[in-house]
């Protein structure tokens, strides 16, 4: 540790932010890094403590407390502190894949399981993270470097999201011959088209992808499997197929007047407005400009709704939530290191605040009915109060609807923003798959193996919608498996 006392005497200071009159003129990223000298006094903050529970990547309460992906912080925080960049980057991509992906997307459960923020604010990991990579970038560290020596397997592994890239990345580097099969026009899943550009810039992935063609990886894009190739066919042409298609079937909101014109998923107007971002001859976006924007969600996606249609000229964003409000610091029945479930107010309430005066978000709230006129098109949504209340004997929380409480809003564009289910039903016919409960692709635990001879499941569509590291990671682990699987030991960590 080059700085034993280095938390005691600097203050967490993060990135500067351009303010949210001016940002929401633009959709480009916003954060502005710190010098160089300032960012090695954060990095100082680390205490190299005894217990790092920022790398550990423990289930804590159903939540993940520390870096799923184990990242070595302290270590590359050290080399910071030490000024020694290129020997950071080498120790961040041991255990990482995409680290300019999660710097910026990720919410930091290394952050809330930091020892720092015990009894102080954490150090800045994700900051410290991006400011490593982007080094990578610009010292042109971050180059091809392809296999040299090739094993002659196939593996084709379809969808190109966070998990599907770390496998095929894992996978080349071994020598195996990975194709990359991605239904849409560009490889990245919901990295490219589900988050937007002011949180993760499309160059981003496309910098990364191209070190990947490069590295000799293939892409293949706008090829549905299970529709345009057949399971039959890639079990034919490849020696093992591993399956990261996310999970993909958005949660629906079932009230009457759900067909009314003007309701959709947030998905679907994420990526329409991302394609219009990148390509303004694209017409087919979904425009919130002048429009009242009803948001049903309060989580990252409901977010990324709230700023994306500020940034579109919307008229009024109303934001709502089904669960009660946060507290803004720590309940006693939710210690450190658990994730801390607290208010968080994300870029996209914080604009709305500065455009509209107030926090756009209404908790305990659902929708009972979505009101159109009579061309059918949504002018308006009752909505009503939810009240939460404990069963004595299972312990559970149980919702119900408050009488009397109802009240409408005039709404003209609704993004349904509720999360996501399992593996979507064509996939899962076509491979013969196994399905959970929940409809996520069945193994055995701690294993990717389905119960199809040489297919493997990895990511969102085998655990169930989760977050960019646990993605990254279940890929890494899924290429272990299948390169034990095809050449009988893996030296792949």
């Known amino acids: 540790m080059g700085k034993p006392t280095g938390f005691l005497e600097y203050d967490r200071r993060g990135n500067t932010e351009t303010a949210p009159l001016e940002r929401i003129q633009n959709f480009n990223e916003f954060h502005v890094p710190m010098g160089e000298e300032e960012r090695r006094c954060q990095a100082a903050r680390c205490m190299d403590c005894g217990v790092p529970f920022c790398q550990s990547g423990m289930m ?52 809330a399981a930091c020892t720092c923020g015990l009894n102080d604010t954490p150090v800045t990991i ?34 190109s999201g966070p998990s599907g890239l770390a496998a095929a990345d894992q996978l080349n580097k071994r020598g195996h011959n990975v194709t990359v099969f991605e239904r849409s026009d560009r490889p990245g899943g919901l990295l490219m088209y589900g988050i937007p550009n002011m949180k993760l810039e499309k160059t981003v992935i496309e910098g990364r992808v191209k070190i990947m063609e490069e590295e000799g990886v293939e892409f293949r894009t706008g090829i549905n499997v299970g529709v ?13 197929v591993i399956l990261t298609c996310g999970s993909s079937k958005p949660r ?20 329409r407005v991302t394609k219009h971002v990148m390509d303004p001859e694209y017409k087919d976006v979904i425009d919130a400009k002048g429009k009242n924007v009803l948001v049903i969600g309060g989580g990252d996606t409901g977010n990324d709704c709230v700023g994306s249609s500020i940034r579109q000229g919307a008229k009024s964003v109303v934001q709502l939530e089904m669960m009660p409000k946060p507290p803004e610091e720590r309940a006693d029945n939710n210690p450190w290191p658990e994730w801390p479930k607290v208010l968080k107010t994300d870029y996209g309430q914080q604009e709305a605040i ?61 993004f349904i923003a509720a999360g996501f289910l399992g593996t979507q ?6 491979f013969g798959l196994k399905l959970t409960e929940r409809t996520n692709v069945y193994t055995r635990p701690g294993q ?17 919608q989760s977050l960019v590291v646990w993605a990254i990671r279940e890929g890494r682990e899924v290429a272990r498996e299948v390169d034990e699987d095809l050449m009988g030991y893996s030296n792949l960590n």
Do not use: Q
């Open 354 to 414: 500065a455009v509209f005066g107030s926090d756009p978000r209404i908790y305990e709230t659902t929708v009972k009915e979505f009101i159109k006129d009579e061309k059918g098109c949504l002018t308006k949504v009752k909505a009503v109060k939810l009240a939460w209340t404990r069963d004595e004997k299972t312990g559970r929380m149980n919702m119900s609807e408050i009488p009397g409480s109802e009240y409408v809003l005039d709404v003209d564009l609704v």
């Open 228 to 240: 345009d190739v057949k399971a039959e066919e890639l079990l034919k042409e490849y020696d093992r």
């Open 252 to 271: 629906d909101i079932k009230a009457p007047g759900r067909e009314a014109e003007g309701i959709y998923f947030a998905v679907d107007y994420l990526t």
């Open 448 to 464: 990717y193996k389905t119960n199809v001879e040489r297919v493997f499941a990895a990511g969102d569509m085998h655990r169930g």
């Open 126 to 159: 994700k900051e410290n993270e991006n400011a490593i990579i982007e080094y990578g970038y610009a010292n042109d560290l971050m180059v091809a470097k392809p296999p040299k020596v090739r094993t002659g397997k196939k593996v084709a592994v379809v969808g």
């Open 60 to 111: 804590i309460g159903g939540m993940a407390s520390g870096c799923p992906l184990n990242n070595m912080c302290p270590e590359w925080n050290d080399l910071i502190y030490l000024g020694n960049y290129t020997e950071a980057l080498g120790r961040l991509l041991k255990t990482n894949n995409f680290p300019e992906f999660t710097s910026r997307v990720c919410p930091a459960p290394c952050e």
């Open 425 to 430: 039903e064509y996939i899962a016919e076509d």
